[in-house]
């Protein structure tokens, strides 16, 4: 049975890069051997590297200045690397979610943070407006899609300091203007490739204006001075990323993911609002496109498991809710066909009609 | 053609794990999902890192109150996390090669570093031995196998204090007494798996005894108490490092594994000990029996780039040294064939006869 892959991450890949990935664990590049067992120093694979570089250049439009780096270690190491590299006094940071709260946490190691919104205290359902930011910090955080709470910020803010934005689960969902960001990172395994790899997109010359000791490992620098080869990358993850952007561009890139991510988010969206049985949790002004929220209304709430399990029978996968928000979560990162949202639409009115 | 793998990491692995790897990439666990979208919390892979912790307490017989560990990062980034998690004042460290000399540059900046020998003034060529280790230290840290000079240590030394070992290019090469250290850490790209993850191994009771506050994503506590699934672990690596496990268990374990890379190293040795042509560049008892690392005499020195080009026509890749050594290195690790190694002394023998 062809299986319906919501998961939020890690998540669907597209065929290409799959197809590819495993063809290359075959045999890299008419090396003779895996992909797994080749040197990163190889001119095969450091070719690679370069590529999984330029495409994310010319995907995002980057403009000079700007440095994409390629860093083991998942986006929560990037949850104290950011202020490590950029805090020197105060930052400031927005509270929508987990991961949010996250960063904050570990910014708070190294400086003074305020939090100039919060949708916490109802449970992080929308996604905060009409703050100020203050010109007086080093910098300003933002997780721009929130994969449990399904909300997002589909702009790119104007701000009087720094930007920093955690991207991770909606990088290439959307064009961004790079130039009003000084630090972008997003963990690999939604939009790019399998797990392993962060993908960061950074502004040089706002390094290197701290006063504290950085550990070699954790300075930007170090990687931007050896082309994200200072220690040996994520050799596959890296690769599977370059199939993916090689996907994109073929797909005519992020503008054409778009429009084919909003009309995915619109079928469901739309089915959700139309069901008597079915109910969205976030604010309709922060809804994401990337994961879509939703709980069964009270009087069928005692259903949601079943509707798991019908999901299941029919090759759905990965719909249970974050246990944080309940209910489901259907994640439409740009891989999932059209043809994966329509089947749980299918299933939803099914189960409707059939309760 | 097939063939001669000598690189020194990213390196060889066993037909086995690519073989496994490749068709999981395909369809992963019966799934009908790719390894590489499959959610790390489903069911198939908590069983798969489940698996590759036991696997290695089992294959290296790790005692009661150690806690094994995937990470990403890379085995640099242990270099401050160790010192992040363990320096209070000062540590012993031996200066054995590059990568020690990294990891001493780390621990520097958490605390007080006695070098208690070296072999630096004369290039690394041997593994110190004789020096005293000072009961004063918080821990003593030990590069066993130095990559690029070919020198090991092949035994588990006794210490007053805490014993911190890389390992990352010779573990799973001969059984290891790990009562004996607290913490051992190894990038899995060599005996292991694919780049991309870190294997820890560490005594629970000796953290938690610094004074600093250690960033979560840097602090093994956060990784033990989540069992390694804290954020997403790299699920490829990690997968393709449990079917390397799988492999040398059922190859006979680790003594199995010992005992032909013993038989590897000696036939590489021997040719290299019975030739006019090529000579060995590490003391005779500070040899490493997983890098190789040989020179040609200076009468032939000139024909050094010809026998790297002589190899590659015979399928032989990997083998020039790298450039603090200079001539070759051939890596020997656990998944390279008796059959390559005979191959390389053949074209040793070959290529001397025609000059």
């Not at 990935?21 to 008419?30: G, I, K, L, P």
């Not at 120093?41 to 980057?62: P, T, W």
Request: a negative charge; one cysteine or more; proline letters at 4%.
């Amino acid at each position: 049975m062809k299986k319906h892959n919501f998961y939020a991450g890690p998540s669907i890949l597209s065929e290409y890069t799959i197809k590819h990935t495993a063809d290359a664990v075959n045999n890299f590049a008419e090396t003779g051997l895996s992909l797994l067992e080749v040197s990163h120093r190889s001119k095969e694979f450091v070719a690679v590297m370069d590529e999984a570089q330029a495409l994310v250049k010319e995907l995002l439009d980057v403009p000079e200045g700007y440095q994409v780096l390629y860093l083991g270690g998942g986006a929560s190491l990037q949850f104290c690397m950011a202020p490590m590299n950029l805090l020197r006094t105060k930052a400031g940071y927005l509270d929508t979610g987990t991961w949010a709260a996250n960063a904050i946490k570990e910014a708070r190691l190294f400086g003074d943070v305020e939090v100039l919104a919060s949708s916490k205290e109802s449970n992080y359902n929308f996604y905060p407006r009409g703050y100020e930011v203050p010109s007086d910090l080093d910098y300003f955080h933002i997780t721009t899609n929130n994969t449990i709470y399904g909300t997002e910020l589909r702009e790119d803010p104007d701000v009087p300091v720094r930007l920093v934005a955690d991207m991770s689960s909606d990088i290439f969902s959307r064009p961004v203007d790079v130039a009003k960001y000084d630090l972008i990172y997003a963990g690999a395994q939604k939009n790019l490739g399998p797990a392993g790899a962060t993908l960061v997109i950074v502004k040089e010359d706002v390094l290197g204006k701290v006063d504290r000791a950085i550990p070699t490992m954790l300075d930007y620098r170090t990687h931007i001075k050896k082309g994200s080869m200072f220690n040996t990358p994520p050799v596959l993850p890296v690769y599977s990323s370059l199939m993916t952007l090689r996907y994109y561009k073929e797909m005519g890139g992020v503008k054409a993911m778009e429009k084919i991510d909003l009309e995915k988010a619109g079928v469901l969206y739309d089915a959700i609002d139309n069901s008597k049985m079915f109910v969205g949790t976030a604010a309709e002004d922060s809804r994401s496109i990337m994961n879509v929220t939703f709980v069964m209304t009270p009087e069928y709430k005692e259903l949601e498991k079943d509707f798991v399990d019908f999901c299941a029978a029919r090759g759905i996968v990965g719909i249970k809710g974050h246990r944080s928000v309940g209910g489901f979560r259907a994640s439409l990162y740009n891989a999932l066909p059209l043809e994966s949202v329509k089947a749980l639409v299918d299933a939803m009115a099914e189960f409707e009609k059939q309760h």
